[in-house]
């Protein structure tokens, strides 16, 4: 006989948690995008079990639930004039020590850097000039997004194409550029 799903709130290390017992084959953390955890587990998983599991991966569904809770505000907020003005100073407070830490940890240089609300892209690089143009709507994301573009428009400064050297370079100065964009494709820049 098949057993059937069942589920129970219950709090693991501090955390309120769907603890969900189901036929699978090992155990399963979700962080949903409105921070609520769930954690399936096989059914004979001890509760024991489960919580050790719980507690090696707490770092990771703290910094879920932090990005969840950033990403929420982030949309809940409408666009003005006052709203981009605010997101410029957010930036320009950020970008000095984001820059200078990325430019020297790769030997490069920026002729200077700009901020403009942008809708169809998070940031550029005119490699004639040196010109990088960083979107205001950055400020509204986690901080990795914003390393992860102003690295990105930094190595273009050495490969000028989306190819297999420059994505080695970002592999170099930015191992974390995939998890930023798939944040970035998940919430584009607003209208
Ligand atoms: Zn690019």
């Avoid at 000039?129 to 102003?150: D, F, H, K, Q, Y």
Wanted: proline residues 4%; hydrophobic residues 35%; aromatic residues 6%.
């Amino acid at each position: 006989m098949r057993n059937k799903q069942t589920s129970q709130k219950t709090t693991l290390c501090g955390i309120e948690v769907l603890l969900v017992r189901d036929h699978v084959k090992r155990m399963n953390l979700r962080v949903r995008p409105d921070g609520s955890v769930r954690l399936s587990i096989p059914y004979r998983c001890s509760r024991e079990l489960a919580e050790q599991f719980f507690a090696s991966r707490i770092d990771w569904v703290k910094a879920q639930q932090e990005l969840a809770r950033q990403t929420a505000q982030a949309q809940g907020t409408s666009l003005t004039p006052e709203s981009i003005q605010s997101d410029k100073e957010t930036l320009e407070d950020k970008l000095p020590e984001i820059f200078g830490r990325y430019e020297t940890a790769m030997g490069v240089r920026c002729s200077r850097w700009r901020l403009r609300h942008m809708v169809s892209r998070w940031g550029s690089c005119n490699v004639k000039t040196g010109v990088i143009t960083i979107n205001t709507e950055l400020a509204r994301l986690p901080s990795v997004c914003l390393e992860s573009v102003v690295v990105h428009e930094l190595c273009h400064l050495r490969v000028s194409a989306h190819n297999a050297e420059f994505y080695a370079l970002m592999d170099t100065y930015y191992p974390h550029w995939r998890r930023a964009r798939q944040i970035l494709n998940a919430n584009p820049p607003r209208r």
